[in-house]
């Protein structure tokens, strides 16, 4: 066993660290992160009794092991052969601050330059009539951002225009393309997942030219960029799995009181497929749900509508009115489901004004469906 000991110096003391302590030196993350991370998730997946409870346990543990082995295990490692400091990069702020998870618990806390901190803000500086006003130093005034125009009436007018052609487009696109291959004699729920996957595919292009025309499509690059593989985890893992379980807390609450004052809440997310249907009708209905369907809404709503409001209001103006129209995107669902939407968008929103990033809440949103879809769907 001895052999397996790495004699190392440190403060001029000879020091030894097995292959358990070498496993996570380096840069986040190391070896033994990742070794736990897939170790409790294989356990959760042989113990867990529905695939509920495997996402949502795999959300929480994860988060866990990522916050121990970045701020505690990885630091104890290194520290004993000089790495006591590892290089961190900020997701947000453009200065040289150091970034650790801690920042995830300071963003929710409302710490950060953006005018949505008022609301957090116990001080008696801040006040909730200032987070309705503009930020003169919010970057989408700049005349880049300006949009196609610079009257707020048209502004809106342009946005509800884009919104109800592009929600027109969704629907008579997943009808146009349901009706023959339904009748050709193709399942339903197969023809429901091939006609929603090409009509999501169909409005990428449509997207992006609203943002052309009522935006920037640079910024839109931007907000898409991974960047380092650490900032990139944080923005796709860390934060998301936050927002997760946040966003199923909340929704819990608000069933509760919705079971409590309406009764129990009737949703319509029927779609055709089940377990009992082919692996080819799951795998598409997955692929529908849990990845494009989010990417899609959220380069509308976080990417293009949240900004063209943004512009002529404040961070949070902006965050609700997205969050409206969001919710009636989905009101087919029925009442209750379109107010769970509504939390959820919110959710987004949010960490899309806080981090200046689209990833988080694609990656959050794919989470969401990921467990509505194995609960409601399947």
């Known amino acids: 066993m001895g052999e397996n000991l790495q004699l190392i110096v440190y403060e001029g003391q000879q020091r030894s660290i097995g292959p358990f302590g ?5 840069s986040f993350p190391s070896k033994g992160t990742l070794v736990f991370i897939v170790l409790l998730l294989s356990m959760n997946f042989i ?5 509920f409870s495997f996402f949502l346990f795999s959300l929480i543990y994860i988060f866990f092991v990522v916050y121990l082995s970045y701020n505690y295990i990885e630091p104890h490692f290194n520290s004993k052969i000089g790495m006591a400091n590892r290089e961190r990069n900020s997701i947000f702020s453009n200065n040289d601050e150091p970034l650790n998870l801690g920042d995830i618990g300071r963003l929710f806390h409302g710490y950060g330059k953006s005018k949505v901190k008022q609301l957090w803000d116990l001080s008696g500086e801040g006040s909730l009539k200032g987070i309705f006003e503009i930020d003169p130093e919010n970057t989408l005034t700049n005349p880049e951002f300006i949009g196609a125009s610079d009257k707020k009436w048209i502004s809106w007018l342009i946005i509800f225009s884009f919104f109800v052609f592009w929600w027109v487009a969704l629907q008579i696109g997943a009808l146009i393309i349901f009706l023959p291959l339904y009748l050709v ?3 339903e729920g197969l023809a ?10 169909i409005l990428i292009p449509l997207t992006l030219l609203f943002i052309y025309i009522d935006g920037s499509l640079d910024r839109i690059k931007e907000m898409l960029r991974f960047g380092s593989v650490k900032r990139t985890l944080i923005l ?3 934060i998301p799995i936050v927002v997760t379980i946040i966003d199923w807390i909340l929704t819990f609450i608000y069933t509760v009181l919705w079971i409590g004052i309406f009764g129990e809440p009737s949703i319509n997310t029927d779609m055709g497929t089940y377990w009992e249907s082919s692996s080819i009708d799951i795998a598409l209905l997955f692929l529908l749900v849990a990845i494009v369907a989010p990417i899609v809404e959220e380069l509308m709503f976080r990417g293009y509508i949240l900004d063209a409001i943004n512009r002529k209001h404040s961070d949070w103006t902006a965050i609700i009115w997205s969050s409206i129209l969001f919710g009636f995107l989905h009101f087919l669902g029925g009442p209750f489901y379109i107010g769970s939407t509504f939390i959820g968008g919110i959710i987004y929103g949010w960490i899309r004004v806080r981090t200046g990033s689209l990833l988080p809440s694609i990656a959050g949103h794919m989470m969401w469906n990921i467990m509505a879809l194995s609960l409601t769907y399947l």
């Open 22 to 26: 070498r496993s996570f030196l380096g």
């Open 47 to 51: 113990l867990a009794n529905s695939w």
């Open 192 to 201: 429901i997942s091939v006609s929603g996957l090409l009509s999501y595919i």
């Open 236 to 238: 796709i893992l860390a």
């Open 185 to 187: 004699g193709i399942s």
